[in-house]
Nanobody, 120 residues
Framework: QVQLVESGGGLVQPGGSLRLSCAAS????????MGWYRQAPEKQRELVAT???????NYADSVKGRFTISRDNAKNTVYLQMNSLKPEDTAVYYCNADVLTPMLRRLEVWGQGTLVTVSS
């Protein structure tokens, strides 16, 4: 089994910063791509940022220049540094990982989500 656990969400004022973390644990041989998604109330889940194992990154236009995704492969952890936060960034943020188990079973794993609220 593989689990992803997010942390770091909370309440922040507009213009503030927050850093989210997501740690993977369990039976892991290799983690390929990792990413962050978010879902606001009554809206579809949307892609925020992705980072393949090779280190290349991609961002949604709405967060480009404000958010930074990174990963620590030794810790099986992905981060999302969020700066210049806006009220429209308010959502539950989920991390995602493309995982290979020791038996070479490929799994797509989701975290439980962490709530980010941007409000004055």
């Amino acid at each position: 089994q593989v689990q992803l656990v997010e942390s770091g969400g909370g309440l922040v004022q507009p213009g503030g910063s927050l850093r989210l973390s997501c740690a993977a644990s369990g039976s892991i041989f290799r983690i390929n791509a990792m990413g962050w998604y978010r879902q606001a109330p009554e809206k579809q889940r949307e892609l925020v940022a992705t980072i393949p194992s090779g280190g290349s990154t991609n961002y949604a236009d709405s967060v480009k220049g404000r958010f930074t995704i990174s990963r620590d492969n030794a810790k099986n952890t992905v981060y999302l540094q969020m700066n210049s936060l806006k009220p429209e960034d308010t959502a539950v943020y989920y991390c995602n990982a493309d995982v290979l188990t020791p038996m070479l079973r490929r799994l797509e794993v989701w975290g439980q989500g962490t709530l980010v609220t941007v409000s004055s």
